[in-house]
Antibody, heavy 122, light 106 residues
């Protein structure tokens, strides 16, 4: 059973960089046909996809966040990470890491972390 | 860029009733890439439907998905108390979510 766990600061100052890590257990970030995503939900709003990375290191980002987002994978630690620069209060949200399957018939996210709350405030 | 529009925004129904949720794509999309998720407060979202109509592991058969092209539907045949939640559609091509439909108790 694959388990994902987010970690990182719960409070980030405006204009600084938000950094989160997702540790994968019970599976490998190097497994083929999977991709690794970050998704967030601001309070009172819907789910917002941030971006994803696959085994080859290929990334796709939400166009609305693309200029500020970097997702990377550390295979030696079985982790993947999110960096979001120049944060504002609008980036306050619950952040989820998640695993997606990129193989027929299941092109979707099948495993989610529990989520971690990040607040942007001085 | 594919945009997914869900309707209605809120659906007020009673337990035992049928729920029909819509997800419309801004252009024709591959149905194999269309998924539905359930999200309850304080919990991680859960995959319900993949490939527009395939039920994920452990999902009760009262949940069904259908559709093709630009129009997709999630149907809950008889609402159970635990089904009241927010539902999202997502397409793998760009991973963007629809804005969600809240199914609330009437």
């Amino acid at each position: 059973q694959v388990h994902l766990q987010e970690s990182g600061p719960g409070l980030v100052k405006p204009s600084q960089t938000l950094s989160l890590t997702c540790t994968v257990s019970g599976g490998s970030v190097s497994s083929p046909n999977y991709y690794w995503s970050w998704i967030r939900q601001p309070a009172g709003k819907g789910l917002e996809w941030i971006g994803r990375i696959d085994l080859s290191g290929s990334t796709n980002y939400n166009p609305s966040l693309k200029s500020r987002v970097t997702i990377s994978v550390d295979t030696s630690k079985n982790q993947f990470s999110l960096k979001l620069t120049s944060v504002t209060a609008a980036d306050t949200a619950v952040y989820y890491c998640a695993r997606g399957i990129a193989a027929a018939p299941v092109y979707s996210v099948d495993v989610w972390g529990q989520g971690t709350t990040v607040t942007v405030s001085s | 860029e594919i945009v997914l529009t869900q309707s209605p925004g809120t659906l007020s129904l009673s337990p035992g009733e049928r729920a029909t949720l819509s997800c419309r794509a801004s252009q024709s999309v591959t149905s194999s890439y269309l998924a539905w998720y359930q999200h309850k407060p304080g919990q991680a979202p859960r995959l319900l439907i993949f490939g527009a109509s395939g039920r994920a592991t452990g999902i009760p058969d009262r949940f069904s998905g259908s559709g093709s092209g630009t129009d997709f539907t999630l149907t809950i045949s008889r609402l159970e108390p635990e089904d009241f939640a927010v539902y999202y559609c997502q397409h793998y091509s760009n991973s963007l979510f629809g804005q969600g439909t809240k199914v609330e108790i009437k």
